[in-house]
């Protein structure tokens, strides 16, 4: 089982970036998945999810109407597209996919927001 995040990066404050997660190991379809993000010093937190079929997704408040989810079940792919970046937003994005008792990790990726 492999969840490999790619996309992160340095980014200005206003300014977008795409976080892909490539999927491999598992039946991807079945899945749902979401992005966590994590700040130094913070605890992990939920920034959204989206169902296995891809109608249903949910964002935190601090992410609403900046962040979409977004996956691809034919290319066993997840996005998250992030728009209006803040500092606030600066942290390390993990992929996570979830399934009955099942719960991959992928190693995340580094996104920060400064000028």
């Known amino acids: 089982v492999q969840l490999v995040e790619s996309g992160g990066g340095l980014v200005q404050p206003g300014g977008s970036l795409r976080l892909s997660c490539a999927a491999s190991g598992f039946t991807f379809s079945s899945y749902g998945m979401r992005w966590y993000r994590q700040a130094p010093g913070r605890e992990r937190e939920l920034v959204a999810t989206?169902?296995?079929?891809?109608?249903?997704?949910v964002y935190a408040n601090a992410v609403k109407g900046r962040f979409t989810i977004a996956r691809d079940n034919a290319k066993n792919t997840v996005h998250l597209q992030m728009n209006s970046l803040k500092p606030e937003d600066t942290a390390v994005y993990y992929c996570?996919?979830?399934?009955?008792?099942?719960?991959?990790w992928g190693q995340g990726t580094q996104v920060t927001v400064s000028s």
């Open positions: 996570n996919a979830h399934w009955l008792l099942y719960d991959y």
């Open positions: 989206i169902n296995s079929a891809g109608g249903n997704t």
